[in-house]
């Protein structure tokens, strides 16, 4: 796909692939495509999902970069249907928690 699509189609996303986000702690031409890919994405008023997220470092990294969310093993291994829903009903449930607390 050319870039050119971003402006044709209902894009509201950019995913960042998994190989970039695997490579972008050891290589520096590899970190500089992912930083732009994030730029251009803010500018254009895209959110920012990055692939393959296996580590904290990645994750710190991406986040420094601005990239607004992120899927991956760091975060949990693939579950079916069930275990996602119970998954985010825990999160909830907690996230519901934290802020009873804080308040």
């Known amino acids: 796909m050319s870039l050119m699509e971003l402006t044709r189609f209902p894009i509201d996303a950019l995913k960042i692939d998994r190989a970039l986000t695997r490579e972008m702690q050891s290589d ?23 692939e393959g997220i296996e580590n904290a470092r990645q994750l710190e990294k991406l986040q420094k970069l601005g990239c607004e969310l992120g899927q991956g093993y760091y975060f949990s291994q693939p579950m079916d249907e069930n275990a996602a829903l119970a998954f985010m009903r825990k999160a909830s449930a907690s996230v519901r928690s934290n802020r009873a607390g804080a308040g």
């Open 28 to 50: 520096k031409a590899i970190s500089d495509i992912v930083e732009v890919i994030i730029a251009m994405a803010q500018k254009m008023k895209f959110k920012v999902i990055a």
